[in-house]
């Protein structure tokens, strides 16, 4: 039996290697589709807009987009697609199997079809939908509080930040987080909505360290809220040779 790999705070680490499965062609459920959306209209807001995908492998994956609002001055962006096929939960998470993610960009986030193909502008979307396909190219799954780094060794995400990981996280930019944090399809399958928040490599490190809630705690502390900032705070900046 292969030994577990564990962080220092006692969180198992899961390394994916480079998958050689052939392309699956993907169909899109439109009953799933149409009560994911009123599930977001319901609790974030109106779905002014859908990102569709043509041609999709394994899943068929459309990101939602919901505009900033006076209440809500910000872009909210959530995947609908990635609940269709089942995460590869350990024993005792089945309940856990299907999930939906979403992120938060600044109300003035470039998102016109010709800023999104630049890096700078992209890479908040392109992570929200490479982490949808991770758990089932890879057979593995998603729950709050796994960071997922940008490589190994970690690399920032674009010429315009320094931010290079992403930590699973509760949503906290929604009016009522419990009640949109899970919605019945149906009698055997619930889905789960997690948010994605950009972490720096120190921070990741801290976390495999001293554990989720002390990481947590410090992004609370120092004001960071789901809504990516490129140039935010760096939380745990070394200094002095300590974190």
Not at 103 to 128: Q, R, T, V
Not at 135 to 140: A, K, Q, R
Not at 192 to 209: A, C, D, Q, W
Request: hydrophobic fraction near 35%; charged fraction near 25%.
């Amino acid at each position: 039996m292969t030994r577990e790999e564990r962080s220092p705070a006692g969180s198992i680490i899961y390394r994916h290697k480079q998958s050689d499965r052939p392309f699956t062609l993907a169909k899109s459920d439109d009953e799933a589709i149409e009560l994911i959306t009123q599930h977001v209209e319901k609790h974030i807001g109106p779905v002014e807009a859908v990102f569709h995908e043509m041609v999709s492998d394994l899943i068929h994956l459309d990101v939602l987009y919901v505009a900033p609002t006076k209440e809500r001055n910000f872009i909210t962006l959530i995947t609908c697609g990635m609940s269709s096929l089942p995460m590869t939960v350990p024993k005792g998470a089945e309940a856990f199997r299907y999930a939906e993610l979403m992120i938060c960009l600044p109300a003035d986030w470039e998102m016109s079809e010709e800023s999104l193909k630049k890096e700078d502008h992209y890479w908040p979307i392109g992570n929200l939908k490479m982490l949808a396909r991770l758990p089932h190219e890879y057979n593995t799954w998603f729950y709050t509080d796994h960071t997922i780094p940008n490589g190994d060794p970690a690399e920032p995400y674009a010429s315009n930040t320094k931010l290079s990981g992403m930590m699973v996280t509760i949503p906290s930019t929604v009016e009522s987080p419990e009640e949109f944090f899970t919605l019945k399809l149906h009698e055997h399958k619930d889905v789960h909505f997690f948010s994605i928040t950009p972490l720096y490599k120190e921070e990741m490190n801290y976390k495999l360290k001293h554990g989720a809630d002390a990481m947590l705690a410090k992004l609370e502390q120092a004001g960071v809220s789901q809504i990516v900032d490129p140039n935010r705070k760096n939380t745990c900046k070394k200094r002095f040779g300590l974190f």
